[in-house]
């Protein structure tokens, strides 16, 4: 069964959401447009949404009356975030130069939003300069994920990818060393020192992407005994980033 958004979550009604759109269409994820929407608004929402990179889902009109019942939508729904998201570039803007120790943790595609929650929570208490997030098929910073977080998604940057692979060799060519953690990683994740200025590539339960591997400058895995295949995905983002952690308190 499919969860409900909060109130907070949505945006409803054509002016309503223009003018999101136009003031701060970062706050915009996903636009949900019927596919009977009369055609001049029709272009002229999808030419905005595309301008700001805001997925658009085409959906019938019975399906916006579900997802928010009682209102007057007007064909057109958006899902809103409670706070803004940087652009990739702006984060990079304010990065502390070389040879700073630096935590960035990119996400690939983790949809839970209880995961996501707990992952912001754990950079925060790590020092974390940000959390990097595909806007395409993953969770995202709603309610329900601010609730998880303590509200630390209020006080560390959520920045804005459009490519996970892209995003990694960016940062690499910024001096950054990307490490992903896969079960399949020939090497532990403490064998050895973790880099100060850390990529921290971080997949759902199944494994990072095909992609996510190829770029990554390294692959480690968490090791593990018993039974089980792996862990939690919050749980191994957390042992990630206090194994960066540590090192860089020991010798402070």
């Known amino acids: 069964m ?6 907070g979550d949505l945006c409803f009604g054509r002016h309503p959401v223009l003018d999101l759109l136009r003031a701060d269409p970062k706050r915009c994820l996903k636009l949900y447009l019927s596919r009977s929407a009369e055609e001049p608004f029709r272009r002229r929402v999808i030419a905005m949404a595309k301008g700001g990179g805001i997925p658009v889902q085409y959906v019938e009109m019975s399906f916006l009356d579900r997802l928010a019942p009682l209102s007057v939508h007007q064909g057109v729904v958006a899902r809103v975030a409670p706070v803004t998201l940087l652009d990739f570039w702006e984060f990079v803007e304010d ?10 943790v990119l996400l690939d595609h983790v949809k839970d939003p209880q995961n996501l929650g707990a992952i912001v929570r754990t950079a925060e208490a790590c020092g974390a300069a940000g959390l990097l997030l595909p806007k395409r098929r993953a969770a995202l910073p709603t309610g329900s994920v601010v609730k998880a977080s303590a509200g630390a998604v209020f006080r560390v940057p959520i920045v804005s990818i459009v490519n996970v692979a892209r995003a990694i060799g960016d940062l690499q060519e910024l001096g950054f060393f990307s ?4 079960a399949a990683g020939e090497r532990s994740l403490f064998a050895g020192s973790l880099p100060e200025r850390l990529l921290l590539v971080i997949g759902e339960e199944s494994g990072l992407s095909r992609l996510a591997k190829e770029h990554c400058d390294e692959i480690r895995k968490i090791p593990m005994r018993g039974k089980g295949e792996s862990l939690n995905v919050s749980v191994a983002a ?15």
């Open 238 to 252: 957390s042992i990630g980033m206090y194994e960066w952690f540590r090192a860089r308190e020991s010798t402070s």
């Open 179 to 182: 490490v992903g953690l896969d």
């Open 2 to 7: 499919r969860k409900p958004f909060e109130v």
């Open 95 to 104: 990065i502390p130069p070389s040879p700073e120790p630096l935590l960035v």
